[in-house]
């Protein structure tokens, strides 16, 4: 079965830096569309960011510029790059496999203080 498993969350000061991965098992994981999305206390589920089988990204509007996301096939494994973090980016952040029957990690806490 699909087995997604987030690492990277932690405590910055606002203005650093934290590099998400997310190792996937399970899949062809080459063939899947994944992607990044967070959920900050009181609100919904979000979108952060997708990338495809090839490589292209989307990105939400509020961290254009400041995240990037990218993928290693030999490693299986997704990252999330994020700089110049704001008190806002505060939430639990979710990889997700977007291809097929959508399968989810089980999240890593990113804490940014003001």
């Known amino acids: 079965q699909v087995q997604l498993v987030e690492s990277g969350g932690g405590l910055v000061q606002a203005g650093g830096s934290l590099r998400l991965s997310c190792a996937a098992s399970?899949?062809?994981?080459?063939?899947?569309?994944m992607g990044w999305y967070r959920q900050a206390p009181g609100k919904q589920r979000e979108l952060v960011a997708t990338?495809?089988?090839?490589?292209?990204?989307n990105y939400a509007d509020s961290v254009k510029g400041r995240f990037t996301v990218s993928r290693d096939n030999a490693k299986n494994t997704v990252y999330l790059q994020m700089n110049s973090l704001k008190s806002e980016d505060t939430a639990v952040y979710y990889c997700?496999?977007?291809?097929?029957?959508?399968?989810w990690g089980q999240g890593t806490q990113v804490t940014v203080s003001s």
């Open positions: 997700s496999r977007r291809t097929g029957l959508v399968a």
């Open positions: 399970g899949i062809i994981f080459s063939r899947n569309v």
């Open positions: 990338i495809n089988t090839v490589g292209n990204t």
